[in-house]
């Protein structure tokens, strides 16, 4: 993986010294807090319900077992021993004093980490595909590309005050895991006719108030021509994107107010102005020198399924059922991805203590060339484990509580920290995640139901992805008290889809059965073999809608 | 359920956050923010209200604590009760962690 170099590192550091001195003056009373507020932001320091809350950067989700001991101790030095991994791929610290960030920083910073660009109008954490690397599908590893992006756009001066936030995601694989299509600039990994390998490019997705799909505007971009690209999409954003209206700040409304034809009109003139200078393209040895960082580890050859892990699929159900749910094909024989849930029956979505991310730390040394993955379905990675060594890596799992086996499954809940934790929140998201959760814990039922996708957002501004959930449900304040309203359809993969409203929002007490009813409608509905989804594609929203509201 | 854009009507209280560790603190009087509710002032009278609004706009300028707003109670059965889940959160914990915050540190 990515290895600062001594800019990387000196850049940190320095963050660390300046933002040092900003908390000094400002506890000094020598800056207000309407002059401080923007540098905090700008360093991934939020004020929430109860504390400061600090969103560190992982950038396209990977990091290594160093990195993970730090981010645990960070959690028992300075907050309460746990963290929260949230849909953008970084974690999250909720309970922190705004006079010890500063040594917190210095201690990220000593394991190339860092909170830089995780708020604020600026190009935020380039996000990706968590199999990256490892997945059998992929046509090339997407964190190179990642991390070109991630140098281009690290304190880019041009950048750093956009009309609005700004968010990249990059998938190098035809099945889309890195939900690129809701991101302001979605990149997928291409290969033409003639064999080379270039990017699909779709901007103007979006969640939040306004939630749209983002428009497919290049079908081959050469290699080198990434940087151009994007720095025209950027410099047209940059010079009409609206700042009058912070509801219509996002690339998307401009994308979707002056067409898609016009929008990539416009990038293409700048693209062509770019494009004759030369000195955006990128060069071979350049983009030579950072795929070298991801160089595949050094796997051993191995035959396909050993006799030792076949033997402990019959012999133990629950493993075969973890095996089942969590585990992936690797694109090596022999290999495996191993999902890690942060989703247990009954907790906190994307919550993991300081001990449990010791153990995942320990885990990726002894059996995953020491990476790990976080996952924007708030879920962890091991990328490359033997097949022969899962039952092992289980039963550790087990031993930390994280063996919770139902990846992609009804109680794999994406939910935001809603208004247990957060000062934007309408409603509560994470007893909602527990609750169901509880009702569906039963495995042998959750494996019956199959594939779906509850997602859960506490407010509008959609963190926790509810209009892409094929369930979504979303938080609102009725006169005080907390209703859900509920989406059905929605995806987030290559056929990215918004969700449909079902009808009048549910309280509190009414949206698990509410739940429960649409999954039943799915269970009588499905032909043999369909997925929620396609069952859904298929009947569309009225008999849903009809079980749903018909005790009403 | 974000905060309160208007004045509640009835029995008020003013809440803050402490500047330098974020905590959630409520106004008691001119020199003292306190970490419970039970021990805040309930303000029943508008200008008393106004009145310590104006203090904690002070106070803001003297870097103590961050964003004042006044939000309503229920005072059934003599207790200060929180009038939105908001404020309950706030004044006790997140409710999916019982062992965390203020309802932690009375338990």
């Not at chain 1, 505007?217 to 940059?238: G, S, T």
Request: charged letters at 25%; proline letters at 4%; a negative charge.
């Amino acid at each position: 993986m990515y290895r600062y170099d001594e800019f990387d590192q000196s850049l940190v550091d320095a963050r660390v010294t300046e933002f040092r001195g900003q908390v000094a003056r400002r506890l000094a009373g020598d800056i207000t807090e309407d002059e401080f507020k923007p540098l905090r932001l700008m360093n991934g320091l939020y004020l929430q319900l109860h504390a400061y809350m600090l969103r560190v950067a992982i950038p396209y989700g990977t990091f290594n077992s160093r990195q993970m001991h730090m981010l645990a101790e960070i959690a028992r030095k300075y907050d309460k021993g746990y963290g929260h991994f949230t849909t953008r791929q970084n974690i999250q610290y909720n309970w922190l004093k705004l006079d010890d960030v500063p040594d917190l920083l210095a201690d990220l910073a000593s394991v190339e980490m860092h909170a830089i660009q995780t708020s604020g109008n600026c190009i935020r954490n380039t996000t990706s595909d968590q199999y990256a690397g490892a997945a059998a599908d992929e046509i090339e590893d997407p964190r190179p590309t990642c991390e070109i992006i991630r140098q281009w756009s690290t304190f880019h001066p041009e950048f750093s005050f956009l009309p609005r936030k700004f968010k990249i995601a990059v998938t190098g694989a035809p099945k889309d895991r890195a939900a690129v299509q809701i991101h302001d600039i979605g990149i997928q990994i291409v290969e033409n006719n003639k064999g080379e390998v270039g990017y699909s490019i779709f901007v103007g997705g979006g969640l939040g108030r306004t939630p749209m799909v983002g428009k497919h505007i290049r079908a081959f971009l050469p290699r080198q021509d990434l940087l151009a690209y994007l720095e025209a999409i950027m410099r047209v954003y940059n010079m009409l994107g609206r700042r009058d209206n912070i509801y219509k700040a996002r690339i998307k409304i401009l994308v979707h107010e002056a067409s898609a034809a016009e929008f990539t009109r416009l990038v293409e003139e700048e693209f062509e102005k770019i494009d004759q200078t030369k000195l955006m393209a990128l060069p071979e040895e350049e983009l030579d020198r950072i795929a070298a960082y991801f160089a595949a580890p050094e796997f051993e050859t191995l035959g396909p399924c050993p006799a030792e892990h076949l033997e402990a699929l019959d012999r133990d159900r629950d493993f075969a059922l973890w095996v089942k749910a969590n585990v992936v094909p690797h694109k090596v024989p022999g290999y495996a991805i191993a999902n890690i849930s942060l989703k247990p029956i009954g907790g906190v979505p994307g919550d993991i203590t300081s001990d449990q991310m010791d153990g995942v730390a320990e885990l990726a040394k002894d059996y995953s060339f020491d990476e790990i993955r976080a996952t924007h379905e708030q879920n962890l990675v091991l990328p490359h484990v033997r097949e022969r060594d899962l039952y092992a890596i289980w039963q550790r799992l087990k031993a930390l509580e994280l063996a919770t086996a139902n990846i992609g499954l009804v109680s794999d809940i994406i939910a935001c920290p809603g208004l247990d934790y957060c000062n934007l929140a309408n409603a509560r998201s994470i007893p909602v995640a527990q609750l169901i959760s509880e009702r569906f814990a039963e495995l042998d039922r959750q494996h019956d139901i199959g594939e779906l996708k509850i997602k859960i957002s506490g407010c509008i501004n959609a963190c926790g992805h509810h209009h892409v959930g094929h369930i979504g449900i979303l938080g609102v304040d009725r006169k005080g008290e907390e209703y859900y309203q509920i989406t059905l359809g929605g995806s987030a993969d290559e056929n990215t889809r918004l969700g449909d409203i079902t009808g009048p929002s549910f309280p509190y007490d009414k949206v698990v059965d509410a739940v429960e009813t649409l999954v039943t409608t799915y269970v009588d509905l499905r032909q043999s073999g369909e997925t929620f989804l396609q069952t859904y594609a298929r009947v569309g929203l009225a008999p849903f809608k009809e079980n749903l509201y018909a005790a009403a | 359920m974000s905060k309160p854009h208007r004045k509640a009507k009835g029995p008020q209280v003013l809440t803050a956050n402490r500047l330098v560790d974020g905590d959630v603190v409520y106004w008691r009087d001119e020199t003292t923010w306190v970490a419970n509710l039970s021990d805040a002032k309930v303000f029943e009278d508008e200008d008393a209200l106004a009145k310590a609004e104006a203090d904690a706009q002070a106070q803001v300028k003297a870097d103590k604590i961050l964003d004042p707003y006044a939000f309503g109670v229920d005072l059934t059965g003599g207790r200060i009760t929180p009038g939105s889940m908001r404020e309950h959160i706030r004044a006790l914990g997140p409710s999916v962690r019982l062992d965390l915050g203020k309802q932690a540190e009375a338990a």
